[in-house]
């Protein structure tokens, strides 16, 4: 069975602070990607990485995917109060889309 | 376009009745999906749907839930009789293909209670 960890469970950060988190596995994917929730509301897609080594940047977000695709991080340089949610990576098994537990991120001003 | 709408958005219930929930996927997505969602932690695939045919049922508890996609667009998904466990987000998703790289759009969901 393919699981996906994540961690920290929980984040809470100061405005301006980097962080960073993580999504491991023992099993290769290949891909991953990443999302992110808000209360009440669905995950929405930020990235999909698909190569080995992967890096893709987005604003002050930058995803990595691990040489072996077994892991993946996310870094958020400076975060901001609307950083705030909880982060998902996600991988395929089969034909549909395993979910890690997430990481909840809290970010005061 | 418009996203993935899902009705109710809560709704609570005691323990042994019967509860269903609507999604209507983004037009001329063929891949649905419903996964449960427990407070704090990922969503959990039940069921995808190709069209209107299963494709992975395999996490479905079917002796208590149910779900079914005719003429292949909109999905109810129905719990009867529910339990306390079955407290969570439900959310529907679609994408175009089933394909590892298709992301899926995700409707905001409907929070059950059962008490």
């Known amino acids: 069975t393919q699981l996906l960890e994540q961690s920290p469970q929980f984040l809470s950060i100061q405005e301006g602070e980097n962080l960073t988190v993580y999504c491991n596995s023992s099993?290769?994917?290949?891909?991953l990607q990443w999302y992110r929730q808000e209360p009440g509301e669905g995950p929405v897609l930020l990235v999909t990485?698909?190569?080995?080594?992967e890096v893709k940047k987005l604003k002050r977000l930058t995803f990595q995917f691990g040489d072996a695709r077994k892991d993946s991080s996310l870094h958020i340089t400076a975060a901001q109060p609307g950083d705030t949610g909880l982060y998902l990576c996600a991988g395929p098994a089969g034909t549909a889309l395993i979910f890690g537990k997430g990481t909840t991120l809290s970010v005061s001003s | 376009e418009a996203g993935v709408a899902q009705s109710p958005r809560y709704k609570i219930i005691e323990k042994r009745q019967s509860v269903a929930f609507w999604c209507n996927p983004i037009?001329?997505?063929?891949?649905l999906y419903w996964y449960q969602q427990i407070l704090g932690q990922g969503p959990k695939l039940l069921i995808q749907?190709?069209?209107?045919?299963?494709?992975?049922d395999s996490q479905l508890p079917k002796d208590r839930f149910s779900a079914e996609r005719l003429k292949g667009v909109d999905s109810t998904l129905k719990i009867q009789p529910a339990k306390l466990e079955d407290s969570a987000v439900y959310l529907c998703?679609?994408?175009?293909?089933?394909?590892?790289?298709?992301?899926?759009?995700f409707g905001n969901g409907t929070r059950l209670t059962v008490t």
């Open positions: 990485v698909v190569t080995g080594g």
């Open positions: 749907f190709q069209n209107n045919g299963v494709v992975d």
């Open positions: 037009s001329g997505h063929a891949t």
């Open positions: 998703a679609s994408s175009p293909l089933r394909a590892a790289l298709s992301p899926l759009h």
């Open positions: 099993s290769v994917f290949s891909s």
